[in-house]
């Protein structure tokens, strides 16, 4: 831009000189002077625009340079916002991923442990005596949620029948149930082999003849030792400690569930044990409810005799006040007539002696 105003100001000092030689070409002095002064305010209107460029320049450049502070100022705080947040958020997805990686650990100590209990587990159902422990134990734990502890009005465990048998639990229903037998069997050994799919179908087959030789010798024992005429009910029955077992033997054994049909011996498992219990406990709370009905429809019955002897008491009660009261009202006209005489005589008195 300075370049263009000063070409402008060479053109114009060239046009004033060639006017100036064209009109006084006799006066080379005067054009001489003339010339030099125009040099000089030349000069001089130079230097001051140089000046004038320079100031604005510098005003424009300063204007500038704070324009572009401001706005790297302005980035440099976004970015450092941007990169807070990112940090913020960086942080509490490292915390989480901690969190995460503390609950995993847990939840891998609680498999160790539970790997641990069922290593445990399957050594107690190894041997034929703890696995019969073991649902006993499982059965008393049913009763117990169920009946509440120590409940012998309704139940007793390791009860002993009149033909010297040891039933692992009594149940005193109502009549016309009666008392009722149940016993835990864990046939494990057969079916394990059975629904182990690594074994070959003849391994498999035998365990499943076996396995319901099992069952039907059990179901034999509990009709033979634990249902006995006049003494307990006309029925009993096996509980079976696993529930995998039980869907087994109702899903592909009907001919197993149709036998112990036959010897009134009803097969359940810890789910179907507390519906069962459940149920009898109903019936047993309806019952008890039905007895104190009838008891407080005597009692009542008797309350409304003797209410009815109050209530003829009272009505004599009330005739004899009504009696009484008609009694009074006649004495108290009698005092009244009495009274008037004596205060009628005391005034025939005083005025006598007046007189």
């Known amino acids: 831009m300075e370049y263009i105003i000063i070409s402008i100001l060479v053109v ?30 030349m000069i ?6 140089k000046g004038s460029l ?23 705080d976004a970015v450092n916002e941007r990169l807070d947040q990112n940090f913020e958020k960086t942080n509490k997805t490292f915390n989480s991923v901690l969190e995460r990686l503390t609950k995993i650990d847990e939840a891998q100590k609680k498999i160790d442990t539970l790997s641990n209990d069922i290593i445990s587990l399957q050594g107690v159902l190894t041997d034929k005596k703890t696995r019969g422990i073991f649902g006993e ?4 734990n049913i009763v117990v949620n169920i009946f ?18 040891i039933v692992d639990c009594a149940l005193f229903a109502p009549e016309p149930l009666g008392l009722i037998g149940i016993d835990s069997k864990f046939p494990l050994e057969h079916y394990q082999i059975m629904v182990d799919k690594n074994n070959s179908e003849l391994e498999r087959t035998k365990a499943e003849k076996l396995f319901k030789a099992d069952m039907k010798k059990h179901i034999d024992a509990i009709h033979d030792k634990y249902i006995i005429p006049g003494v307990t009910a006309d029925q009993a029955i096996l509980f079976l400690p696993a529930e995998a077992i039980f869907a087994e033997v109702n899903a592909y054994h009907n001919d197993i569930v149709e036998y112990a049909y036959s010897k009134k011996v ?25 007895k104190y009905t009838k008891i ?3 009692e009542l019955k008797l309350l409304d005799e003797d209410f009815k002897r109050y209530k003829e008491r009272w009505d004599k009660l009330s005739r004899s006040i009504d009696t009484v009261g008609k009694d009074v009202k006649d004495l108290h006209i009698t005092s009244e007539k009495i009274t008037k005489r004596f205060d009628s005589i005391n005034h025939v008195e005083i005025e006598k ?3």
């Not at 001089?44 to 625009?49: A, G, H, I, L």
């Not at 320079?54 to 980035?75: A, G, Q, V, Y």
């Not at 044990?273 to 109903?282: C, D, G, K, P």
């Open 266 to 290: 009803w097969i359940v498992s810890p789910t179907t044990l507390m519906s069962t219990l459940t149920m009898i406990q109903v019936v047993m709370m309806n019952i008890e409810r039905d």
């Open 353 to 355: 002696i007046e007189e």
């Open 12 to 41: 114009n000092f060239l046009l004033l000189v060639f006017l100036l030689l064209k009109n006084n070409s006799s006066n080379e002095s005067n054009i001489t002077e003339r010339l030099g002064k125009l040099e000089t305010n």
């Open 44 to 49: 001089k209107e130079f230097s001051d625009f």
């Open 296 to 298: 407080i429809h005597k």
């Open 137 to 140: 134990i499982n059965l008393k």
């Open 54 to 76: 320079t100031k604005e320049l510098n005003d424009d450049f300063t204007s500038l340079n704070d324009r572009m502070e401001n706005k790297l100022n302005h980035i440099n």
């Open 148 to 165: 509440g502890e120590n409940n012998d009005k309704i139940y007793k465990l390791q009860y002993t029948l009149p033909n010297n048998t």
